[in-house]
């Protein structure tokens, strides 16, 4: 079993940065690929992010390519995004999950990001 826990987001003006992170414990973090996941009410959750397990392969969906990094730190169990030159259309609740796209094992909470114009 693996709990993850995101925080970071909050209310941000377009053209700003924020950095989720996900904390995880219960398994061994470095064993899982971990993703970021997007979601609006009403839509379709989004594939954002990737990172593999020793984080040097990342993967982004086109629509945050350039403008958000993925990363991890295995020896603090976390992964985190940093998203820069933030636009309202990335208003959405930011899941971190496990697993490969499309299928996610284990799934946090959610933190909500929101980008005023």
């Known amino acids: 079993q693996v709990q993850l826990v995101e925080s970071g987001g909050g209310l941000v003006q377009a053209g700003g940065s924020l950095r989720l992170s996900c904390a995880a414990s219960?398994?061994?973090?470095?064993?899982?690929?971990m993703n970021w996941i997007r979601q609006v009410p009403g839509k379709e959750r989004q594939f954002v992010a990737a990172v593999s397990r020793n984080g040097v392969g990342t993967y982004y969906a086109d629509s945050v390519k350039g403008r958000f990094t993925i990363s991890r730190d295995n020896a603090k169990n976390t992964v985190y995004l940093q998203m820069n030159s933030l636009k309202p259309e990335d208003t959405a609740v930011y899941y971190c999950a496990s697993g490969v796209t499309p299928t996610y094992h284990y799934w946090g909470q959610g933190t909500q990001v929101t980008v005023s114009s």
């Open positions: 219960g398994r061994t973090f470095n064993s899982l690929i």
